[in-house]
């Protein structure tokens, strides 16, 4: 079965966070609400000079994972697994209960109520029918690939939510386009 | 909003039968200025737009301070009658043989659309026009003018295998192009090279495969030292002869550098770097610059991609160094870009594939105010006149001869 993965390169990330006001504005999503996000990993001084600070930046969105806590927890059966093995949530059924936004509903903490009072996440724009997601579109450095395949990628995958395989989020190496 | 002038999208819908603009896409992949890529500033661009505050309609401050809301042809035809009142009272208009109206006008942006500002001011009659670049990198206009002969030069990034920034954030304020910030990742992909001389650690610095964390304001010690140390071990483009003995006014180096109308000043700089033996080592910068010497040796031969034992430079090395306001705000800072600009010389990255490049510009040309139609567009967009190509490795036109590139 073909599974959609979204892959993030890091060293290409340069944390401009286009991609987080392009959902936002795409979703009409208020500032505090981000379904996807990048992360500043600042280890600090990991040497004795100040040349050896080190800052890395980390895209992040909700990783799809295969036991997902939040279809789990959902009370109403609104949050289920839909094409490309994505988990989908309905808001048709949501009851705005918020127990998905909690630690155990989803550890990442990439779950969010919207004005409505429904519990929204990112899922890789599938809603929107779109090919690419808004923050693929968007992205300066050419960051982030969604890909529909059956074989996993090649690279690091983002933890699931209980540390097991099963995400569909990767750190790749996204090479340069060829001409 | 932005000088960047990146190409966008607006995605358009219609609510209550009036149509709104929904959000700010990317553009076309093609534009050299975004390529597909749009940054967060423009995409909240649309929050400007539908802000509550936004001035829709002209207004005009009553004596008592409160404002009036007023009608565009009232506003316009009050503009106008100030406007030709200034003109009587003070301007003596002549512009025949360079003189000029005593208005001066202070605005926004001379270049992209502001070309109509700059036309409606010619034909006001007064060519004393400032713009906005003094404020911001004036001092680096200045002092690219003092080596070259002209002012604006754009770092050709797609091509650069050796990127030095000098107080530029390129990746929180991607000045100028959107998409030289892709080219700088893709660049350190092809095992390119990227160096940040910035006193703070920020994200462009934390990108850098070597920063250097300098005390702030001391740049110009840095990058003399550079030169000089580029200089001792025949460093240079063409491994030239080190040392004070460089004669650069009589022979045809300058010429092969493109320094065309100041040649004499890289003998000011040699007479510089040479007054004494001490002030521009690695040593001495150490001290001044706060930053181990190794670190500017090590940058100076990667810079020039070279060891200081004299090996050949490494096969298509193209290194370019290149600064914003981060130099250019600082006192005196037309001394520091001219350094800059001699950094550049000594490696043959001016005009040059992968170094700084000329600025290509829009012309009016015949077009006034007065004939309101446009002259015909070309069969290419600008850029592509300029010969940028999607697929094609340079992205902007090089002439071995910048300040003779066509308008």
């Not at chain 2, 100028?176 to 001389?197: H, N, P, S, T, Y």
Request: aromatic residues 8%.
């Amino acid at each position: 079965m073909s599974t959609k993965y979204m892959l993030f390169d890091k060293q290409r990330c340069f944390g401009c966070n286009a991609c987080v006001v392009a959902c936002q504005q795409e979703y009409g999503l208020p500032a505090q609400i981000r379904f996807n996000r990048v992360e500043l990993d600042f280890k600090g001084l990991t040497g004795p000079t100040r040349a050896d600070l080190d800052l890395e930046f980390k895209p992040m969105v909700c990783v799809q994972c295969t036991t997902a806590p939040c279809l789990n927890v959902c009370p109403v059966g609104a949050i289920s697994r839909g094409a490309g093995d994505l988990v989908l949530t309905d808001r048709r059924k949501c009851i705005g209960c918020r127990l998905c936004t909690t630690s155990t509903g989803c550890p990442h903490g990439m779950r969010s109520m919207d004005s409505y009072g429904k519990a929204v996440k990112c899922d890789f724009c599938e809603d929107r029918g779109e090919t690419e997601p808004y923050c693929v579109k968007t992205c300066p450095a050419k960051a982030r690939q969604l890909v529909t395949q059956v074989a996993a990628p090649t690279g690091t995958m983002l933890p699931n939510t209980n540390g097991a395989a099963g995400a569909k989020v990767y750190y790749v190496n996204i090479p340069i386009p060829t001409p | 909003m932005c000088p960047n002038s990146c190409n966008v999208t607006a995605i358009v819908e219609t609510v209550a039968g009036v149509k709104m603009v929904r959000r700010i896409g990317p553009g076309a992949p093609d534009t050299p200025q975004s390529q597909g890529g749009v940054c967060l500033k423009a995409q909240a661009g649309v929050q400007l737009l539908y802000d509550p505050d936004r001035l829709k309609t002209p207004v005009r401050k009553r004596t008592d301070g409160s404002w009036e809301t007023l009608e565009w042809p009232v506003a316009l035809t009050a503009a106008a009658a100030g406007l030709n009142k200034i003109r009587t009272d003070y301007g003596a208009i002549d512009n025949s043989n360079g003189g000029s109206s005593l208005v001066q006008f202070l605005f926004r942006r001379m270049g992209g659309g502001g070309a109509f500002y700059t036309q409606f001011m010619n034909e006001y009659g007064s060519l004393n026009q400032v713009g906005a670049p003094p404020i911001c990198d004036g001092a680096k206009v200045v002092g690219f003018w003092l080596g070259l002969g002209f002012g604006r030069l754009m770092r050709d990034q797609a091509n650069s295998t050796y990127t030095l920034l000098v107080g530029r954030s390129e990746f929180e304020a991607p000045r100028f192009r959107l998409a030289a910030c892709r080219e700088i990742v893709e660049m350190q992909k092809a095992d390119g090279k990227l160096a940040v001389i910035d006193p703070r650690y920020t994200y462009s610095a934390s990108k850098a495969n070597l920063w250097l964390g300098i005390r702030p304001g001391t740049d110009l010690q840095l990058l003399l030292t550079l030169c000089r140390i580029i200089l001792d071990h025949s460093l240079t483009e063409d491994a030239r002869v080190p040392g004070a003995a460089i004669v650069w006014e009589t022979d045809p180096w300058a010429d092969r550098l493109f320094i065309e109308t100041h040649a004499a000043n890289l003998g000011l700089l040699r007479d510089e770097l040479y007054k004494d033996a001490t002030t521009y080592t690695a040593a001495n910068a150490a001290t001044v610059c706060a930053v181990p010497a190794a670190d500017i040796t090590a940058l100076a031969t990667e810079f020039a991609g070279r060891d200081t034992t004299g090996g050949e430079r490494r096969t298509g090395h193209r290194p370019v160094a290149d600064t914003t306001s981060g130099l250019a705000r600082w006192s005196h800072a037309e001394d520091t870009c001219w350094a800059l600009l001699s950094l550049n010389a000594l490696m043959g990255s001016i005009g040059t594939i992968g170094g700084l490049t000329r600025i290509f510009e829009a012309a009016l040309g015949s077009w006034t105010f007065g004939t309101p139609a446009l002259p015909p567009a070309g069969p290419l967009r600008l850029h592509q006149q300029a010969g940028w190509r999607h697929t094609q490795p340079d992205s902007f036109r090089h002439s071995k001869r910048p300040a003779r590139c066509p308008p």
